[in-house]
């Protein structure tokens, strides 16, 4: 069974410190791990796709990066409107079939 | 970039009615469309995947006979809630996946539907 854990549940950060969201994944035939950004009442917002191990991508302060076990956020030099929900999502393909399996995600919020 | 435009936003309904739930890919196809509910802090579950031109795949869990799920064309999938009450309140939200150039395209979501049944 596919399943993604990510940590912490939730992270007060103060406005300019750096810190990073992980994402930890076992999936059998991973095909592609998805960043979003939630806020509250809102649907999610798309980020980032990674697809092979090494893969980084960066938008903003936020640079995702991925490994065969886990993926991390990073978020450098955050401001106030960088808090929200952070969502990690995986798929995979397991007899032919394609899966999407979320984390619970991470709250973050960052103080002025 | 890629929007998923999700109609109603916000919809109130009566116990005991139907209320349909349109989910629109604006600027690609989108071969499957997933269904999500959301409780009120708490991540998203997944209901159902549909494809485009056959029966949705549900959840286990998920009552199919309930929550009716149309994927008529490339970029139009619909969710209809039959015979409401009022535990099926909540927040839900469509995705689509860009099959336009890879089987392996990115998933965006909808801004999402609150339903309140009274």
């Known amino acids: 069974e596919d399943q993604v854990t990510q940590s912490p549940e939730a992270l007060r950060l103060q406005e300019g410190e750096s810190s990073s969201l992980n994402c930890s994944y076992t999936v059998s035939g991973l095909r592609g791990l998805f960043w979003y950004r939630q806020d509250p009442g809102k649907g999610p917002e798309f980020l980032f796709t990674l697809y092979s191990a090494g893969e980084e991508k960066e938008k903003e302060r936020l640079k995702a990066t991925l490994t065969k076990k886990e993926s991390f956020l990073h978020i450098t030099a955050p401001k106030p409107e960088d808090s929200a929900t952070y969502l990690c999502a995986v798929r995979s393909n397991s007899g032919g079939y394609q899966k999407v399996t979320f984390g619970t995600g991470t709250k973050l919020q960052v103080i002025p | 970039g890629a929007v998923v435009s999700q109609h109603p936003s916000r919809v109130i309904c009566k116990s005991g009615t139907s209320v349909k739930i349109e989910c629109r890919s604006l600027d690609f196809q989108a071969t499957t469309m997933f269904w999500y509910r959301q409780f009120p802090k708490q991540s998203l579950m997944l209901m159902a995947t549909s494809n485009e031109g056959s029966k949705a795949t549900y959840e286990q869990g998920v009552e199919k006979d309930k929550f009716l799920i149309n994927h008529a064309s490339l970029t139009l999938s619909t969710l209809t809630v039959t015979s409401a009450h009022p535990e099926d309140s909540s927040f839900y939200i469509c995705?689509?996946?860009?099959?336009?150039?890879?089987?392996?395209?990115?998933?965006?979501f909808g801004e999402g539907s609150w339903l309140t049944v009274v």
């Open positions: 995705s689509a996946r860009d099959s336009t150039t890879a089987l392996d395209g990115t998933i965006y």
